[in-house]
């Protein structure tokens, strides 16, 4: 079935630091692919998403490009914050369901 | 901005209790749907609901769940006898329909449930 793989966390950076977090996904087809991210004591928020091959998404200086050659969809940031420590989970819609990866905890550190 | 909200955002109870948690989707979305993320885990799918009947469950969705929309607000999902392993945090979820092929899935700030 589908599913979506990422990288293991919790992932550990200085403020102003370059970001990536890695994301690769299994599916039939081309499903559409997002990137939602859940602050501390808060629910999901979607980041950013896109919809077919080569779309590449952005919000918040965040970016992913829907890679179908290596299947990855990974994020992406320049300068990350103390505001952006949260779970990032990558996901897919599969059938109207979105299938998640296990998150990957962010800790920025000033 | 329209939002899905969700109550409580705790609950505690004791194993063998029911409980229903409560969702109220944004208000011209179509589909609804459960998500429950076990402390630490990646959240599940659990079902689907449009026009007032199941589209699709997992195999977590047993006969101890149900979904309902009592009216035209609210979506529930009710716990008939909780488990301990049915702590969790509990996500509704909405969609939009009817606009060509709208996919995001707004999400609410779930419900904590705890069962001693």
């Known amino acids: 079935g589908d599913s979506v793989t990422q990288m293991e966390g919790p992932v550990t950076l200085s403020e102003e630091a370059f970001l990536t977090i890695n994301c690769t996904y299994t599916?039939?087809?081309?499903?559409?692919l997002f990137w939602y991210v859940q602050y501390p004591g808060e629910g999901l928020q979607l980041l950013l998403k896109?919809?077919?091959?080569?779309d590449k998404g952005s919000n918040k200086g965040f970016e992913a490009t829907y890679r179908k050659e290596t299947t990855s969809f990974h994020l992406e940031k320049g300068s990350v914050q103390v505001s952006d420590s949260a779970v990032y989970f990558c996901?897919?819609?599969?059938?109207?369901?979105?299938?998640f990866g296990k998150g990957t905890r962010l800790h920025i550190l000033p | 901005e329209p939002e899905v909200t969700q109550t409580p955002s705790h609950q505690v109870t004791q194993m063998g209790q029911e409980v229903i948690l409560r969702c109220v989707p944004i208000?011209?979305?179509?589909?609804f749907y459960w998500y429950r993320q076990i402390l630490g885990q990646k959240v599940e799918f659990l079902v689907s609901?449009?026009?007032?009947?199941?589209?699709?469950k997992s195999e977590i969705f047993d006969d101890q769940f149900s979904v309902e929309r009592p009216d035209g607000s609210n979506f529930t999902l009710k716990i008939r006898s909780t488990k301990l392993e049915d702590s969790a945090m509990y996500f509704c979820?909405?969609?939009?329909?009817?606009?060509?092929?709208?996919?995001?899935?707004?999400f609410g700030p779930g419900t904590r449930l705890l069962v001693l």
């Open positions: 208000s011209n979305h179509l589909y």
């Open positions: 609901f449009y026009n007032n009947e199941i589209s699709e």
């Open positions: 996901a897919l819609n599969r059938d109207d369901k979105i299938i």
């Open positions: 896109a919809t077919k091959a080569d």
């Open positions: 599916a039939t087809g081309y499903p559409s």
């Open positions: 979820a909405s969609i939009e329909m009817g606009k060509g092929r709208v996919e995001t899935q707004y």
